[in-house]
């Protein structure tokens, strides 16, 4: 049974930094892609960053335009995790961060396009 846990979510002041991150088991996900989504109290969830395998030590990632410079996702395929590191963060960040797993190795912004869910974490910046 394939599970994705989060963990470092918590309450952070505008400016600060915080990392979440996720821990996969039940499947090896090098080869394919994962991302980060959240979802914010009566909003609908909405793409934050992914990451992908490009061969050898290369890793592509994307990012949606309103973390871009603020938010850097990365994953160590040693120990099936990804991480996402969040910097300069916004009052409007708050939300309940997602970990999401692929069976293929495209990166796409598209929720339904990740066939694997965490829990989530939650994540509070206060202003």
């Known amino acids: 049974q394939v599970q994705l846990v989060e963990f470092g979510g918590g309450l952070v002041q505008a400016g600060g930094s915080l990392r979440v991150s996720c821990a996969a088991s039940?499947?090896?996900?090098?080869?394919?892609?994962m991302a980060w989504f959240r979802q914010a109290p009566g909003k609908e969830r909405e793409f934050v960053a992914a990451?992908?395998?490009?061969?050898?030590?290369?890793?592509?990632?994307d990012y949606a335009d309103s973390v871009k410079g603020r938010f850097t996702i990365s994953r160590d395929d040693a120990k099936n995790a990804v991480y996402l590191q969040m910097s300069n963060l916004k009052p409007e960040d708050t939300a309940v961060y997602y970990c999401?797993?692929?069976?293929?190795?495209?990166?796409?912004?598209?929720?339904?396009?990740?066939?694997?869910w965490g829990q989530g974490t939650q994540v509070t910046v206060s202003s």
């Open positions: 999401a797993g692929s069976r293929s190795s495209h990166m796409t912004p598209r929720s339904n396009d990740y066939d694997y």
């Open positions: 039940g499947r090896t996900f090098s080869s394919y892609a």
């Open positions: 990451t992908r395998w490009g061969g050898g030590h290369t890793y592509y990632a």
